[in-house]
């Protein structure tokens, strides 16, 4: 049986979110973006709703909610504004690592430290192949040796642990990558001045350089499965919650340019009437609902315990589609308003540009669904 209708308890912490999201959130945006960081007071508030760790399992510390509550509170985060939804997510990258990479000896000692923690992948000029990596992990002894670069890593200088992944033999693809625990004050790890990003501002982004830095073997994620399993369920679900957030970013601006369309009056009535604009605003809201069942559908599959690698992908995709199409076109409804920084609809247009980059581009994912799709 399929059911598109979320529990009691879901529902109620999305309400709940929701509140936050409208008088934390949106009503802070402006101030987020101009400081370049989330206001603490934000963090704080946060905090107080206990739902950093929600989708984690209880033995790692969580409240063991799953990714299908976790997509549906970072949406309504994104909707109050997506910049500080990624920022104030500062275990997440770190705790999905471990979960899927990790020993249980690692997640034991580990996870209890996931709230403030972050992920290295992506590489400067790195090819859109993940195992393609120029960062060398070497075994000597007891311990091993990194070094590389890795670029646009979320709250780089702001948490105490990253997961770099490197690899021991590229020739050796898949099989030869490694992820390794590096606490921020390893010896040889300097973390680069915040990236100008066009959008996400109040997210800080950074480039982490590891130069010679020696942690201990037991600091190799060394889990019982596979490499590549692991790292694809690792990106699963790094990519359905910003999916998620892509969703939550589409549906502010769809609504935002319904109300103004609504209200807007042009030749004697409201321009929402008129039909170039009523169809805009219908596709706006076809493709935010066809985006969200995608995502849906692939936390549901992660919940499940299956590889959901393809249709995290595919909803990815179609999440940016969304993102990309709706705010664009939200600032085509408001005509010259839209582009002026009274407006949010500008706003959300570069947040998501700038959101539908942090996983790789669409056409990496969409090489992804090939392999999938013709491998069936």
Not at 4 to 9: C, G, V
Not at 79 to 100: P, Q, V
Not at 278 to 295: E, G, H, K, Y
Request: aromatic share 6%; net charge negative.
């Amino acid at each position: 049986m399929i059911s598109f209708k979320l529990d009691d308890d879901v529902l109620a912490i999305q309400d709940t979110v929701r509140k936050f999201a409208d008088t934390e959130l949106r009503a802070k945006m402006r101030e987020a973006e101009e400081a370049g960081e989330i206001p603490a007071s934000v963090v704080k508030s946060y905090q107080e709703l206990g739902l950093s760790t929600l989708e984690l399992p209880e033995e790692a510390g969580g409240l063991a909610l799953g990714m299908i509550t976790k997509v549906v509170v970072e949406e309504e985060l994104a909707w109050g504004d997506a910049a500080m939804a990624a920022a104030i997510d500062r275990g997440g990258l770190f705790a999905y690592a471990l979960l899927e990479l990790g020993s249980d000896a690692q997640k034991k000692q580990h996870l209890n430290e996931a709230l403030s923690g972050t992920a290295g992948f992506w590489e400067p000029g790195q090819s859109e192949s993940f195992p393609d990596l120029e960062t060398t992990v070497r075994e000597e002894g007891d311990q091993v040796r990194i070094a590389g670069r890795k670029c646009m890593v979320p709250n780089a200088g702001l948490v105490d642990w990253y997961v770099i992944f490197g690899t021991i033999d590229r020739a050796r693809g898949w099989e030869g990558v490694r992820a390794v625990l590096v606490p921020k004050d390893a010896a040889g790890l300097t973390i680069g001045e915040p990236d100008e990003k066009s959008g996400l501002w109040a997210l800080r982004t950074a480039a982490v350089t590891l130069e010679d830095v020696r942690v201990p073997k037991a600091n190799v994620l060394s889990g019982p499965g596979a490499v590549r399993e692991g790292i694809e369920r690792f990106m699963a679900r790094v990519q359905i919650v910003n999916a998620a957030r892509a969703i939550g970013v589409a549906r502010a601006a769809s609504e935002y340019a319904l109300q103004y369309a609504a209200t807007r009056q042009a030749f004697g009535q409201a321009i929402a009437s008129h039909q170039a604009i009523a169809f805009m605003l219908a596709d706006m809201s076809i493709l935010v609902d066809a985006a969200r069942v995608l995502v849906w559908r692939g936390a549901v599959l992660l919940d499940k315990g299956q590889n959901g690698r393809k249709e995290c992908a595919q909803a990815l995709v179609q999440a940016n589609v969304a993102a990309g199409k709706v705010t664009i076109d939200a600032v085509q409804v408001l005509g010259g308003a839209g582009f002026i920084r009274d407006y949010p609809c500008e706003k959300w247009m570069r947040d998501a540009r700038t959101l539908s980059l942090l996983c790789g581009s669409d056409q990496a994912q969409n090489q992804l669904i090939a392999e999938h799709i013709m491998a069936a």
